[in-house]
């Protein structure tokens, strides 16, 4: 990303949670990661990088910071964020409902911590913000 100033981000389904975990392996730079994880690389078209084409959702973005937490004490953590711009989106039309995405439908996976994982679409709920 340093070097393109561009990435892809792929929403990661339910359907494609195992080829999710195995593009995770610790694997040399040379290595194809869409092939190790039985995956299509679908070429960006505003960006010159891939997107998962078995996503239900991608974002083409151009990165606008790469940063390097810190820990309390200063020092370097061993870990950087990406932030970018999203110049493109791809969004299957079988998720879409009333014009927006339906979660149920897109049954998006989050990390919540150590090997916990949480399917976003198995108990969606409605919550609307109080006005001031």
């Known amino acids: 990303m340093r070097e393109t100033g561009v990435f892809t981000a792929s929403l990661v389904s339910r359907h494609l949670v195992d080829r999710m975990n195995a ?3 610790p694997v040399d730079y040379a290595v ?6 039985g995956l299509t690389a679908r070429a960006g078209e505003v960006v010159d990088a891939p997107y998962v084409a078995e996503a239900l959702a991608a974002l083409e973005c151009r990165v606008t910071q790469i940063v390097q937490p810190q820990d309390i004490e200063g020092e370097a953590a061993d870990s950087w964020v990406v932030f970018g711009q999203v110049m493109g989106i791809h969004i299957d039309e079988s998720i879409i409902r009333d014009g927006r995405i339906d979660m149920g ?3 998006p996976v989050a990390r919540m911590g150590y090997m916990d994982y949480a399917d976003g679409g198995a108990d969606v709920f409605q919550l609307a913000r109080p006005k001031a």
């Open 32 to 37: 194809n990661e869409f092939e190790l994880a």
């Open 23 to 25: 593009s995770s392996a």
């Open 105 to 107: 439908l897109a049954r």
